[in-house]
């Protein structure tokens, strides 16, 4: 049966999610194709209502529509709803939908596939930024049982709120004291857009991080950061963003198309020439 899926967003031409989806479904001989979906923010509830009929299997959401879409499905995973965001919709049998955020899973992946022994309760976490990006790893850390996460961003109030609605064991850092925040911890994320081409980079000292802690960056344009150089200069073990995005998107075609896809080099070095 021929299926379809996509990627719904306001712009949406950027997305390297059509060269991902469309290479695993070419390597596993489906019938099927994964589009760009462009969709207004006040067209957004239309859409979604119109994936059964079109034949969708389903979609994946990006900017602006991941916290929006939450209230227009029929349900949304217990996940999902403690990020505050979906990703993923999968259209069900009776043409309901579902909501679902492969963000953290694919987060924590990039983790074991960069270091296999890494565990979640191996020391603290200092995570820089209170976004959506944030909240899908701080989620996801909790889920596999982090037992202290530091959470810093230039915005207190941001962060202060953040902490307060996840709770223990999460705990906001006054941006002036996130050099501190980095003394012992044993993993370091970036979920901020500093580093990011255009952007400048973060304004941290790793002076006290610990050279055998993982430091982790949400962005993968460019593939090594400013932050990502400095730790590597330090003996520190990196994580690009790379590794987030591509695990995100295989809990999401296994959904629509159920095959679970594997990483290979040919598919990362086809995503690294978009850029």
């Given at each position: 049966?021929?299926?379809?899926?996509?990627?719904?967003?306001?712009?949406?031409?950027?997305?390297?999610?059509?060269?991902?989806?469309?290479?695993?479904?070419?390597?596993?001989?489906?019938?099927?194709?994964?589009?760009?979906?462009?969709?207004?923010?006040?067209?957004?509830?239309?859409?979604?209502?119109?994936?059964?009929?079109?034949?969708?299997?389903?979609?994946?959401?990006?900017?602006?529509?991941?916290?929006?879409?939450?209230?227009?499905?029929?349900?949304?995973?217990?996940?999902?709803?403690?990020?505050?965001?979906?990703?993923?919709i999968v259209v069900e049998t009776d043409g309901s939908l579902t909501g679902l955020n492969t963000?953290?899973?694919?987060?924590?992946?990039?983790?074991?596939?960069?270091?296999?022994?890494?565990?979640?309760?191996?020391?603290?976490?200092?995570?820089?930024?209170?976004?959506?990006?944030?909240?899908?790893?701080?989620?996801?850390?909790?889920?596999?049982?982090?037992?202290?996460?530091?959470?810093?961003?230039?915005?207190?109030?941001?962060?202060?709120?953040?902490?307060?609605?996840?709770?223990?064991?999460?705990?906001?850092?006054?941006?002036?004291?996130?050099?501190?925040?980095?003394?012992?911890?044993?993993?370091?994320?970036?979920?901020?857009?500093?580093?990011?081409?255009?952007?400048?980079?973060?304004?941290?000292?790793?002076?006290?991080?610990?050279?055998?802690?993982?430091?982790?960056?949400?962005?993968?344009?460019?593939?090594?950061?400013?932050?990502?150089?400095?730790?590597?200069?330090?003996?520190?073990?990196?994580?690009?963003?790379?590794?987030?995005?591509?695990?995100?998107?295989?809990?999401?075609?296994?959904?629509?198309?159920?095959?679970?896809?594997?990483?290979?080099?040919?598919?990362?070095?086809?995503?690294?020439?978009?850029?």
């Open positions: 049966m021929y299926k379809l899926a996509g990627v719904m967003g306001w712009p949406v031409a950027h997305s390297r999610s059509p060269t991902l989806h469309n290479h695993w479904i070419a390597q596993y001989g489906l019938q099927g194709a994964y589009v760009l979906l462009p969709v207004q923010p006040e067209k957004l509830e239309t859409a979604l209502r119109g994936l059964p009929a079109l034949g969708f299997a389903g979609c994946n959401l990006t900017i602006p529509h991941k916290v929006a879409a939450m209230s227009l499905v029929d349900r949304v995973d217990p996940l999902a709803t403690r990020i505050g965001a979906i990703n993923t963000d953290g899973y694919g987060y924590i992946q990039s983790l074991l596939d960069a270091q296999p022994s890494w565990r979640a309760d191996a020391g603290p976490v200092a995570v820089v930024g209170a976004g959506g990006a944030a909240r899908a790893v701080i989620a996801s850390l909790m889920e596999r049982g982090a037992t202290e996460i530091r959470l810093t961003n230039r915005s207190w109030a941001k962060a202060h709120d953040m902490a307060q609605e996840f709770g223990l064991p999460v705990r906001a850092v006054p941006w002036d004291d996130r050099h501190d925040a980095l003394a012992g911890a044993a993993l370091l994320v970036n979920t901020t857009n500093q580093g990011m081409h255009g952007q400048p980079a973060l304004d941290l000292s790793l002076a006290q991080l610990p050279t055998d802690a993982l430091v982790s960056d949400v962005v993968y344009v460019p593939l090594e950061t400013p932050l990502l150089a400095a730790a590597k200069l330090r003996g520190n073990t990196v994580v690009n963003g790379l590794g987030m995005l591509v695990n995100q998107a295989r809990p999401a075609f296994e959904a629509w198309f159920g095959v679970r896809p594997d990483i290979s080099p040919e598919l990362l070095a086809k995503v690294q020439a978009t850029f």
